[in-house]
């Protein structure tokens, strides 16, 4: 439990909301997973962690035109949830959005082209960080707008619907756009005509740099709200892999009967700032011993702990894993570096009129 009083006693620490299960009830049921699944799960959070830490150091040198919103800490939410999707579920999200692409299988030398504004990025320069795009994984498309992507994917689903396909749309959010009311609409849109979406609520618990207590009345529930709309709720621990994962499987098969829509709140913590490199806790905003905090519960680090207990995991395969990682970066980031710029004929690409 992260608790106690900014030293000034202006600002109240965030309280770690909620403990989850722990990895106490996982023990015996790792038992039951495939071990080359569970390493793809570390792995898979270990490359997002050391791709953003390595973007995060190289930002400085003002050559990634592009702002960009870190996941660091938040790697089980995207890891974990996309694990559950299939390559041709679609999937939409707001401006963070490194680690779905990532996870959902996005190609990494076009994702640092992008960030450059490269011709060869993922969206020939046109997105930047903030929106992604590949549609050979199903990553349809992220929205910088706080709920932007929302009604879209809601709109996807009803297509999804409307031709008989057998896939769903999952649609990534944050804590703060719970606030705008196009949420509500659509999930009640999609509640009312059964659609086959995922809504994965991100509650980083901030906004910027505005604190959700600040924002949201005591007591207030995301997942109890969605709840009231006839939605099939579900919160999860969002630094434990695997509860993300399982959830969302549920939720996936769930909505892949039939059912209707089905919403998970995720609930883990960004270390870094909203935007750009570091840790912008100086500001006052935040207690730098709460970011500490949770920092302890690392979502990789404590996986990664409980693979090496079962000799599942060893620090050679850890060891093999960052060399890799660490190559594929760095020619990942010679590829965005390298590669042209634009030029004026591309202005008329992917342009459409009547």
């Given at each position: ?12 620490l ?11 009830p ?51 939410s ?111 849109f ?67 009967s039939?059912q ?46 409980i ?48």
């Amino acid at each position: 439990m992260v608790s106690g009083l900014f030293s000034e006693g202006r600002i109240r620490l965030i309280k770690y909301p909620y403990q989850g299960p722990g990895w106490g009830p996982w023990m015996d049921r790792i038992k039951t997973y495939n071990p080359d699944f569970l390493l793809r799960l570390y792995h898979d959070m270990l490359r997002i962690r050391r791709i953003e830490e390595s973007i995060e150091s190289r930002y400085h040198e003002d050559q990634m035109k592009t702002p960009i919103h870190l996941v660091i800490g938040m790697e089980a939410s995207s890891v974990g949830s996309c694990a559950a999707l299939n390559i041709r579920d679609s999937l939409y999200c707001g401006h963070r959005t490194h680690g779905q692409y990532l996870a959902k299988g996005g190609d990494l030398k076009r994702m640092m082209a992008e960030f450059f504004c490269r011709s060869t990025g993922c969206v020939g320069s046109r997105g930047g960080s903030m929106h992604l795009l590949d549609k050979s994984v199903g990553m349809e498309g992220s929205s910088a707008i706080v709920g932007g992507a929302v009604p879209i994917a809601v709109g996807t689903a009803l297509a999804v619907q409307m031709k008989k396909e057998n896939r769903i749309v999952a649609l990534y959010l944050g804590d703060a756009a719970t606030e705008e009311g196009v949420v509500w609409e659509s999930l009640n849109f999609a509640a009312l005509k059964k659609l086959p979406i995922v809504f994965v609520c991100e509650n980083n618990f901030f906004s910027v740099c505005s604190p959700l207590e600040t924002r949201q009345p005591p007591g207030v529930e995301i997942t109890k709200k969605a709840e009231s709309f006839g939605v099939k709720s579900e919160l999860v621990d969002g630094i434990n892999v695997l509860d993300v994962y399982e959830a969302t499987r549920r939720a996936r098969e769930w909505a892949l009967s039939g059912q209707g829509p089905y919403f998970i709140e995720t609930r883990s913590y960004r270390w870094r700032g909203h935007g750009g490199a570091g840790d912008d806790s100086h500001t006052g905003y935040r207690d730098p011993e709460e970011v500490k905090a949770w920092q302890a519960l690392c979502p990789v680090q404590s996986f990664g702990s409980i693979l090496l207990s079962r000799g599942i995991l060893t620090p050679e395969k850890i060891a093999t894993m960052e060399e890799s990682i660490k190559a594929e970066f760095e020619e990942a980031f010679q590829f965005g570096l390298t590669s042209p710029d634009p030029v004026e004929a591309d202005l008329y690409r992917h342009v459409y009129s009547d």
